[in-house]
Nanobody, 126 residues
């Protein structure tokens, strides 16, 4: 079955930048969408962005100014570029994949996703 592995998390200074990657393996579908979520301690899972196999992306309104989602040419990695990181950004960041659309609908609902990575921790020091 498909596997997702996040990487790139770690400590960063407030105002700094970080690039997270989600490596996808054993993907055999042509129709899918990959999303990034995050979860801070004691909080629910928060949607950040998603990108479809057609390279259509959607963002949470609160994230679109600082976060950018992209996919590499080989379509095996989805990246999340994070800029101007703030003290409220620390969380475990997860990537997830779904195989049933429409992908623009309910993309921010974590229950719509079929498989998840193990997450990568981001910490921001002020």
């Amino acid at each position: 079955q498909v596997q997702l592995v996040e990487s790139g998390g770690g400590p960063v200074d407030s105002g700094g930048s970080l690039r997270l990657s989600c490596m996808i393996s054993d993907l055999r579908a042509d129709n899918y969408a990959i999303a990034w979520f995050r979860q801070a301690p004691g909080q629910g899972r928060e949607a950040i962005s998603t990108i479809t196999n057609a390279d259509i992306s959607y963002y949470a309104n609160s994230m679109k100014d600082r976060f950018t989602i992209s996919r590499d040419a080989a379509k095996t990695t989805v990246n999340l570029e994070m800029e101007s990181l703030k003290p409220e950004d620390p969380a475990v960041y997860y990537c997830a994949i779904r195989f049933h659309g429409p992908y623009g609908l309910d993309w921010d609902k974590w229950t719509k996703y079929d498989y998840w990575g193990q997450g990568t921790q981001v910490t921001v020091s002020s």
